[in-house]
């Protein structure tokens, strides 16, 4: 049977704004109260999930979610019609309407973990929606998140749905995110790294080593094709809030910061054990600093196998404007090893959030029969595609600013938009404000 990667990116949603509402992400507080634009924002996930398509890879994407999160703030005592709640939240907790607010779902690496049929017990493909419990705004994206999974892949013969990890932050789960999955081939048996934190000096762990043993537990995984590795507490406390942003791991390949595991050699040595055909390819900390590679996202990048079975790199931008990082990936191109391509993306929006080109997408390996038995309206080709940047044209603003979350009428456009996704999608009454 033939298997193949899928990336799911999280099709940015109409209210991307900039709230600082991320303890520990470096770009999430420095451009706190900046104007966004949730329209430039959309069109370049778009663009970004254009070119993954157009180098042959399985590209689909996941819906936005509903925003402002009416559910939430009734469930928090502001009551009366969709407007009186808005007011009243405005007039009392401004920051929690701000919470609500958040287009925080496009950063779907955070949706939760996947565990490929070749790797389970029972041969099916597992989904565990991650609970997000280290920051409000996002710990209330997790319900939904659970529905979306479960709409997309809706088949009990084929995909396994578990619920969000319970227990809060005593499970905090940040979903693949903090995870990575090695293989000679995507169809073959897989080894499953999973990293977790412990809290740094300056900055809490979002990630909880039981809750990796725990999904880890739910997804029938062999012990011996798991590895769970300690994140460094200076890449913590430089801002790697995620794994991701100091490593990512695909096919033979683990591409990462000297400085991202707390103990790198115990580590290197379990993951050989566990894969002994992993290539690890580690940038030195005198090549490239961690304030280096935490500004540009250089290991936020995607690392995928193309048709040809060559390795890319997908970078943003910011990686290609430092020139130490920029030397760094040229010289690794250059160098032998699986990765021989470079395409760097402007996905500048998101970026300024502290989300690169790999929070942006979900990994799900897919046999040719699961594939066909996805939802289709989710999986791309070039006229959806253009379907999707008409509907963002339509609907989008080009600038919000913190102020403008106060005014209703952001509510009613943002609900017509995901009226109209929903429509455009044949999703039915699928939000909670279409409930
Ligand atoms: O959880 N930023 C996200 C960025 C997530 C990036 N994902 C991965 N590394 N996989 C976060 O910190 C900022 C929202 C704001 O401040 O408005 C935010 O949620």
């Not at 900046?34 to 970004?48: D, H, I, T, V």
């Not at 040229?330 to 760097?344: E, G, H, L, W």
Request: glycine share 8%; proline share 6%; net charge negative.
């Amino acid at each position: 049977m033939t298997y193949k990667e899928y990336n799911f990116d999280g099709l940015i949603g109409p209210t991307h704004n900039y709230a600082g509402l991320s303890f520990g992400n470096l770009a999430s507080a420095t451009n706190a109260g900046a104007a966004s634009n949730p329209r430039e924002a959309a069109l370049q996930g778009l663009q970004k999930m254009r070119s993954a398509m157009e180098l042959g890879l399985g590209q689909g994407f996941l819906p936005p979610q509903d925003r402002p999160h009416l559910k939430t703030l009734r469930a928090l005592g502001f009551s009366g019609a969709d407007t009186q709640v808005i007011e009243k939240a405005v007039a009392t907790e401004p920051q929690l309407l701000a919470n609500c607010y958040a287009a925080s779902c496009m950063w779907t690496a955070n949706a939760g973990t996947v565990a490929p049929s070749p790797d389970t017990q029972d041969g099916k493909v597992h989904f565990t929606p991650a609970n997000l419990a280290a920051n409000f705004h996002r710990s209330i994206e997790a319900d939904t998140t659970a529905r979306v999974l479960e709409h997309l892949f809706d088949d009990e013969n084929m995909f396994v749905h578990h619920p969000p990890l319970p227990g809060a932050m005593h499970f905090g789960d940040e979903g693949a995110a903090n995870h990575g999955r090695l293989c000679e081939q995507h169809g073959d048996a897989g080894i499953h790294l999973f990293v977790y934190g412990e809290d740094g000096e300056r900055f809490p762990a979002r990630q909880k080593k039981r809750a990796s043993e725990a999904v880890a537990r739910n997804h029938q995984l062999a012990p011996k094709s798991t590895v769970f590795v300690e994140q460094s507490k200076a890449a913590l406390d430089a801002g790697a809030f995620h794994n991701d942003v100091v490593g990512v791991a695909n096919g033979t390949v683990l591409f990462l910061h000297e400085q991202s595991f707390s103990d790198p050699k115990a580590a290197y040595a379990s993951i050989r054990k566990a894969a002994p055909f992993v290539e690890i390819v580690e940038a030195p900390q005198a090549e490239v600093s961690l304030e280096d590679c935490i500004k540009s996202y250089l290991f936020n990048s995607q690392l995928l196998t193309l048709p040809g079975g060559e390795m890319a790199l997908l970078l943003p931008t910011e990686a290609e404007e430092n020139p130490r990082v920029k030397a760094f990936v040229d010289d690794t191109v250059a160098k032998n090893n699986p990765i021989n391509r470079v395409i760097y993306k402007n996905v500048r929006e998101s970026m300024r959030n502290g989300g690169g080109p790999a929070c942006l997408r979900l990994r799900v390996v897919l046999s040719e029969q699961e594939a066909a038995a996805t939802n289709q309206h989710f999986i791309l080709n070039e006229e959806k595609i253009g379907k999707l940047e008409a509907w963002v044209n339509a609907h989008y603003r080009d600038r919000v600013m913190p102020d403008d979350l106060r005014d209703p009428e952001f509510m009613t456009e943002s609900f017509a938009a995901m009226q109209a996704l929903t429509d455009l999608l044949g999703m039915g009454a699928f939000y909670d404000f279409q409930r």
